[in-house]
């Protein structure tokens, strides 16, 4: 595994917990800390991609019968576009 050093800059409460994890015996450093719970992060991250994913498949697998009605294509984007324009007339 190659390593890449760089030097970043943490909040007080981010540079705490790292320095707690590896006080308590988790992590052997403070890289390896920041390393693992990035990969932690990550894991996370694409598990809650593929339940995503999964859920959206299994949707997509019903029947037409079976699918709940949103109602019109423009009353779905009604709040977006309301949301825009509003944003437009502010510059």
Do not use: C, I
């Not at 019109?72 to 825009?84: F, I, K, P």
Request: aromatic share 6%; proline share 3%.
């Amino acid at each position: 595994m190659s390593v890449q050093k760089q030097s970043v800059s943490f909040t007080d409460t981010a540079y705490t917990f790292a320095k707690e994890l590896v006080e308590a015996g988790e992590y052997p450093n403070m890289s390896a800390a920041v390393s693992g719970e990035l990969a932690k992060a990550k894991a996370e991250r694409e598990r809650e991609r593929a339940v995503l994913d999964a859920e959206v498949e299994r949707r997509l697998s019903l029947p037409l019968d079976r699918w709940e009605p949103v109602g019109e294509a423009s009353s779905v984007t009604a709040g977006a576009r309301t949301h825009l324009a509003a944003l437009t007339r502010k510059t």
